[in-house]
């Protein structure tokens, strides 16, 4: 999660994205806190979505992360229909820079939009966020 959250920092400090944290599951939604500001991105953690044993000394673990960017209606640039699209691209292209996540995932990273913009309502506010996915591989030692 370091790698990631790292990367992500990158678009805070150009000033694409407003802030960038993991969520600590604490509570039963990740849209249920206090926003620093829009847009943001949140790191949901990672379940292991397979285990493929490559031979007696190593196995490649998959691991599944979900980075959640969310905004506001309000938040959105009136004027410029493509802001969205560019987000998403600009948070996935952080990830193709970094194909290994700093060397963590030394099998690949695969990014992919697994839920496409759009609005969602939670304790009366109105949220526009989308998801993307991250498979992360990587080659480990065989516990054998």
């Not at 678009?11 to 943001?40: E, I, Q």
């Not at 493929?52 to 979900?66: G, L, P, S």
């Not at 966020?129 to 990587?138: D, H, S």
């Amino acid at each position: 999660m370091t790698a990631i959250l790292a990367d992500l920092q990158t678009l805070v400090t150009s000033g694409v994205l407003n802030s960038a944290s993991a969520d600590s599951m604490s509570k039963v939604n990740p849209l249920d806190r206090v926003w620093p500001g829009f847009p943001s991105a949140v790191v949901i953690p990672p379940i292991v979505s397979g285990n493929e044993f490559e031979d007696q000394a190593n196995n490649t673990m998959e691991y599944t992360w979900y980075v959640m960017v969310v905004t506001t209606p309000a938040n959105l640039p009136a004027t410029d229909p493509t802001y969205l699209a560019g987000l998403e691209d600009q948070v996935i292209n952080v990830f193709n820079l970094d194909a290994t996540l700093q060397g963590t995932a030394n099998a690949a990273v695969y990014p992919v939009i697994v839920e496409a913009p759009g609005p969602v309502n939670f304790n009366g506010a109105t949220y526009v966020l989308f998801y993307i996915q991250l498979r992360a591989r990587a080659v480990v030692p065989a516990g054998l």
